[in-house]
């Protein structure tokens, strides 16, 4: 069970990391394919099934990146904003 867990983890940080990358369906797929668990590679449709379930929360996760990024940055913004008019003022 533990290297099924682990197994799940690598795919979804291929897919992940290629999502970044702009990697095409192709690429993506090779590199999944090479994530074995107890020494079996998954068979291809199965991964390609887990891909597009993958892809179907493609736009919360970009939602989700841009409310974190406005955060991200509102939150440095403030915290810059306080120690310059400390000094300043």
Request: proline share 1%; hydrophobic share 35%; aromatic share 6%.
């Amino acid at each position: 069970m533990k290297e099924l867990m682990e197994a799940s983890k690598k795919i979804n940080k291929i897919l992940r990391e290629s999502e970044d990358e702009g990697d095409n369906f192709d690429v993506t797929l090779n590199k999944v394919t090479a994530v074995k668990a107890h020494g079996v590679s998954f068979p291809t449709l199965m991964l390609m099934e887990i891909m597009e379930k993958f892809n179907e929360g493609y736009d919360e996760r970009q939602k989700k990146s841009l409310v974190s990024d406005q955060e991200e940055i509102q939150k440095k913004y403030d915290e810059a904003a306080i120690k310059w008019n400390t000094k300043i003022n």
